[in-house]
C-alpha cells in the first residue's frame, strides 16, 4: 500500500530495466539491497554533509534550479537534505525521494529543525516507480545530485529521463542534473595538469573549510570508501561523459538545443541543465 504524507515515508517497489546506450551492465541488483546499503551509511553521508564535502554540488543545484516560491520540486536522490533545505528556503514545495528511508530520516530532522515542516514530503522508493505516480506537467523543476550515476542499466536511466520529461512543466519545466565524474582516461599531458590542479584545488577546499578537523574528515573518508568497496554487490556507480549523458537525454525526450553542461568542483563534476 502506498503512503505518500509530508514528512513520512512510502515503501515502493522497484522497476527492473535492461541496457542500451551507454554498455548494458547486467542484471539489476535487489532493490532490497540497495536500501540496506544507503540505509547502513546514512550516517557517514551524513557526516559529509556536515563537513561541507557537498558544498561543491549543494550551491550548483542552487543556482541552476533557481527555484521560486510556490514552485514544485522534486529532489531525485534527495540523500540527508543538504539541496532541499535550500529549496524551501525559496519557499518551494519539495518532494524528496531516496531508496533509503535511514536518508530520508535524516533529511526530515534537517528541514524541520529549519522550520519547514509544511514545505516538503519525503517519499522512500524507486525513482521510476514513484515518478510514475506524479501527473503530467506538474512540476516545475527536477534536481538530481549525485544520483542518476547510481541507476544500474541504461534503461532504468532511461525510463527515469522520460517519466521526468513527461511531469515537467511544458515552457517552465526545468531538469538540473549533478554526477562526480572520472576524468583519468583522459589523455595528454594538459589534460592531466589540469586534473591535477583541480584535485588540489578540490579536497584544498574541502580541508580549509574544516580546518582542526583534518583527521576526522579524512576517517570519515576512509570509512565511506571502505564502505564503497565493501558494497560493490549493493551499489556501484557509473560515470558519464558530457556526449554520452547529452545523448541519453535527448532519447528521453528534451531538446538537443536546450541541453547546458559545465565541469566544475576541480574536474570533479558535471553538471547538466535542460528546459522542457
Known sequence: MERVTKGQNSPITAQKGGGSILGDRGHLKSPVLKSQFWDRNAHLYERLTKMRFRDALVPMGVQLTNVFPGEKVVDLGAGTGAFAVHACHRKGEVTLIDISARMLDFARSRLSGAGHQSKFKCVVGDFYDILKTIPDHSVDVVHAAASLMYLETDDELLQVLQETHRILRPDKGRLVVLNWIDLRGRSGVFSAVKNLVGSILF????????????????????????????GKGEVKPRYFQQEQFAKVLIEAGFSKEKINQKIFAGRKALATWVSV
Open 203 to 230: 579536497w584544498g577546499g574541502v580541508f580549509l573549510k574544516n580546518r582542526g578537523g583534518l583527521g576526522e574528515v579524512f576517517r570519515t573518508l576512509s570509512e565511506y570508501q571502505s564502505a564503497h568497496a565493501r
